[in-house]
């Protein structure tokens, strides 16, 4: 096991977990978590068994990239004003990388028991597995039986799997039995599956490799709650409006068996990009399942109205954590000049969503920034303009139960477990409680660095 940290020029490093030699074929993988604000490249090395001459060198180089002045200085004017004491801490987080959490989603059509072990073992554990939002979507009656599934070869996951993964002595544990009913589970009641640490520890991410489907997806954990909000039931017909790089799409997929997902994505690249993720993390079973379209987010719903049970509107914005990071002021300044459309674009998103879904179905919209223009406002703004459009609420659903994991906007003025529902009055925010009730924000902050992530539900009257 080699473990190299170069350039690091304080003590204040501390690596607080045992390194793990993970026995899982065809690879073996040792690594480790490190914790430290000033070490700016650590050098993981991995082995393979077929011996040293295989052996790989991953590094990853966190370069003290610098924020960019003139964003800082207007999240600092607009975000103060919202979100009141909360942006100090939040800004703190934004500005720290080394302290930011991921989450690592598993594939539940790819064999993944070896990946849960090698989380658990290093403290990670499951982010949504007791939650009362998992058991609101595992109440879902299954339709396809283990067999049917098999049948229909969308798992890779074969029941013995576990059987090779013995303990030292050769004998299979009672850990390994326990992995044996969560996979049967997970193969006839499909779940959304992340793991998270309450530490900011780096997990590699997943190469490709030819002819298998990745194990997990590497994501910000704040990401899934649209997705949990979306409620997909097996054989529901779903449009991801604005698609790549996939994240959202390949999350939806682990919670139900959709008759339909129709991934929407304009801009070329980004649907390569798309297509990749697709490829990497669905069998070709769902090729006639999953598919991927290259409209205008904002016609679609003129071409296709009423088509869909459930739309989900993850809208471009001003990504706050990447725009903090914008490779230089002009870049930075560039954005800034831009922001100022972004309203009206997600506005028209929002409203083709509307005409897309039937009545009776569901929209979530949804961005990853802060900024009140660009969530609350836009709810507010499709609200008054349709009048089939009828306002969810997610504060019972997911923000109260789920406050363990994520800090939410307004949170308790101690910043402890306590949420307080958005019809009291907002105690550290001067956005009104009227405002709060037009969706729910995930507010970056220490220990939980989620978000940011806005969302709100609207459902089409009948
Ligand atoms: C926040 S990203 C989506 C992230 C994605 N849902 C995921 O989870 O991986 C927003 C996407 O919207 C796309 N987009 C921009 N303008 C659009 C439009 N008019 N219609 C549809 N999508 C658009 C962008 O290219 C970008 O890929």
């Known amino acids: 096991m080699t473990l190299i940290l170069q350039s690091f020029n304080s003590t204040r490093m501390l690596i607080y977990h045992q390194f793990l030699q993970c026995p899982s074929p065809p690879w073996r993988l040792w690594s480790c978590c490190v914790h430290c604000h000033t070490v700016s490249e650590v050098v993981l ?81 499951s982010l949504l597995l007791q939650t009362h939002v998992s058991r609101v979507l595992s109440n879902a009656p299954p339709i396809v039986s283990n067999t049917e599934y098999k049948a229909g070869n969308e798992s890779v996951l074969p029941t013995t799997y576990v059987s090779k993964c013995p303990r030292d002595d050769g004998t299979t544990n009672a850990f390994s039995q326990e992995l044996q009913l969560e996979s049967s589970l997970r193969l006839s009641r499909p779940s959304l599956q992340c793991y998270i640490h309450p530490y900011p520890l780096w997990f590699p991410s997943q190469a490709h490799r030819p002819g298998q489907l990745k194990q997990y997806y590497l994501l910000n954990a704040a990401s899934l709650l649209p997705v949990l909000a979306l409620h997909v039931r097996d054989g529901e017909k779903v449009l991801d409006l604005c698609s790549a790089p996939g ?174 529902k958005p019809p009291l009055q907002p105690q550290n925010s001067t956005l009104s409680s009227y405002q709060h009730r037009l969706g729910i924000l995930v507010v970056p902050q220490p220990g939980k660095t989620w978000g940011p992530m806005f969302l709100s539900r609207i459902r089409r009257r009948k």
């Open 45 to 125: 090395q991995l082995s393979d068994q077929k011996g040293p001459s295989n052996n790989q060198v991953i590094k990853r180089r966190r370069k003290e990239r610098p924020s960019c002045p003139s964003v800082l200085d207007r999240f600092d004017e607009q975000y103060s004003q919202e979100l009141g004491d909360l942006w100090a801490s939040s800004r703190a987080v934004l500005l720290d990388p080394h302290s930011w959490q991921y989450g690592v989603m598993l594939n539940r059509f790819s064999a993944v028991t070896d990946i849960t072990q090698i989380l658990q073992s290093q403290g990670f554990s």
């Open 247 to 420: 994240g959202k799409a390949i999350a939806i997929m682990q919670c139900a068996k959709p008759a339909l997902l129709c991934c929407n994505e304009p801009d070329p690249h980004r649907r390569d990009w798309l297509s990749r993720t697709l490829e990497s993390f669905l069998p070709h079973s769902l090729n006639t399942r999953v598919i991927v379209s290259a409209q205008d987010g904002c016609y679609f719903g003129q071409h296709e109205a009423g088509t869909y049970d459930k739309v989900l509107v993850d809208a471009p914005c001003s990504n706050d954590r990447s725009w903090l990071y914008s490779s230089s002021s002009q870049q930075g300044e560039q954005r800034l000049k831009e922001r100022s459309r972004l309203p009206a674009l997600q506005a028209q998103l929002l409203r083709s969503a509307m005409s897309a879904v039937r009545p009776g179905g569901v929209v979530v919209y949804s961005t990853c920034t802060l900024s009140s223009s660009e969530n609350f406002a836009v709810v507010e703004t499709v609200l008054n303009d349709c009048p089939e459009a009828e306002l969810e609420d997610l504060w019972e659903e997911i923000a109260i139960p789920l406050s363990k994991y994520f800090t939410f906007s307004p949170a308790h003025p101690d910043h402890g477990q306590t949420l307080h």
